[in-house]
């Protein structure tokens, strides 16, 4: 079946700082792959997707690759703040199995001032 | 602006007592999910609907029931909650059921069971 592995948090990082959060997946076929971030209290959003080997999904300067090659859609940011402090899941979708998303366990990052 | 709404934000509810959560979307999406997720870890897929298609995961206990009476709103039910059942409630929301665009998730409802 499909699943998805994150790194193990928490992650602590100070402002400014790179962040690198580790995703890969085992899934049959060409899956969607995403990253969504939780903020304290609140429901999931999305931050970034992609759709095929090779795409790069970016936002509010966060960004992924899909490599198909070492099946892993690791999430980036090169200038971390404290207002990203959060917990960011890794998920994949897949068209068959209904859509539905298979998340990983989540990552806790902390970035202080 | 288009978006899926969760109501009660927090709901506090006595063991045993029945109890439901709501969800309401403006997105026009055919498939509406419901999470259990528990203190951060990853979201736990309780059943879906596409359209008026119900869709139930096999660990779903039958404790949890749900209805979606039109488009717009879906509504989980909890027949008698039991202290384990406390958890965020998360519902989403997605286009279709290619799973290509990503779901669109509501702000959650915080269930306490007392």
């Known amino acids: 079946g499909n699943s998805v592995t994150q790194m193990e948090g928490p992650v602590t990082l100070s402002e400014e700082a790179f962040l690198t959060i580790n995703c890969t997946y085992t899934?049959?076929?060409?899956?969607?792959l995403f990253w969504y971030v939780q903020y304290p209290g609140e429901g999931l959003q999305l931050l970034l997707k992609?759709?095929?080997?090779?795409d790069k999904g970016s936002n509010k300067g966060f960004e992924a690759t899909y490599r198909k090659e070492t099946t892993s859609f690791h999430l980036e940011k090169g200038s971390v703040q404290v207002s990203d402090s959060a917990v960011y899941f890794c998920?994949?979708?897949?068209?068959?199995?209904?859509?539905?998303?298979?998340f990983g366990d989540g990552t806790t990052l902390t970035v202080k001032p | 602006d288009a978006m899926v709404i969760q109501n009660p934000r927090y709901q506090v509810t006595q063991f045993g007592k029945p109890v439901t959560l709501s969800c309401s979307q403006t997105?026009?999406?055919?498939?509406m999910y419901w999470y259990q997720q528990k203190s951060s870890q990853a979201p736990k897929l309780l059943f879906h609907?596409?359209?008026?298609?119900?869709?139930n995961e096999a660990d779903t206990p039958d404790n949890f029931q749900s209805r979606r009476p039109n488009t717009s709103f879906c509504f989980l039910d909890i027949r008698s909650p039991g202290l384990g059942d406390a958890a965020m409630y998360l519902c989403?929301?997605?286009?279709?059921?290619?799973?290509?665009?990503?779901?669109?998730f509501g702000s959650g409802t915080r269930l306490t069971v007392v």
């Open positions: 989403a929301t997605s286009r279709g059921p290619q799973g290509t665009s990503g779901y669109t």
């Open positions: 899934a049959t076929g060409y899956p969607s």
């Open positions: 992609a759709t095929k080997a090779d």
């Open positions: 998920a994949l979708s897949h068209n068959t199995n209904a859509g539905k998303s298979t």
């Open positions: 997105l026009n999406h055919n498939v």
């Open positions: 609907y596409y359209d008026k298609d119900f869709n």
